[in-house]
């Protein structure tokens, strides 16, 4: 079965870089969109990237600061994430679905996810 594996959160001064990672498995890895979500406590959980059809998209609060990015060898995709602020602190999650499978901003077209790993900016 698919299985997804976040690795790389933390705690972090504002203004700091931070790489998140998702590691998957049970998936022929280059025909699934990738992307990140986050919950923040006691908010919704909200799209943050995604890569789909060799395209990328990014959230508008997120915008030259984070970039998504896969490794088809590793079967691993990537957040990178820059200039981070405090409201940038959450659980990020990982996120699959086959790919071309309608838009990639909604939680939920993806059936595949991560257990979450938290990423806390101090101010």
């Known amino acids: 079965q698919v299985q997804l594996v976040e690795s790389g959160g933390g705690l972090v001064q504002a203004g700091g870089s931070l790489r998140v990672s998702c590691a998957a498995s049970g998936l022929t890895f280059s025909n699934y969109d990738m992307a990140w979500f986050r919950q923040a406590s006691g908010k919704e959980r909200e799209f943050v990237a995604a890569t789909s059809g060799g395209y990328f998209y990014y959230a508008d609060s997120v915008k030259g600061r984070f970039t998504i990015s896969t490794d088809n060898a590793k079967n691993t995709v990537y957040l990178q994430m820059n200039s981070l602020k405090p409201e940038d602190t959450a659980v990020y999650y990982c996120?699959?679905?086959?790919?071309?499978?309608?838009?990639?901003?909604?939680?939920?077209?993806?059936?595949?996810w991560g257990q979450g790993t938290q990423v806390t900016v101090s101010s």
């Open positions: 996120a699959a679905r086959l790919g071309y499978s309608g838009s990639p901003y909604y939680s939920t077209h993806y059936p595949y």
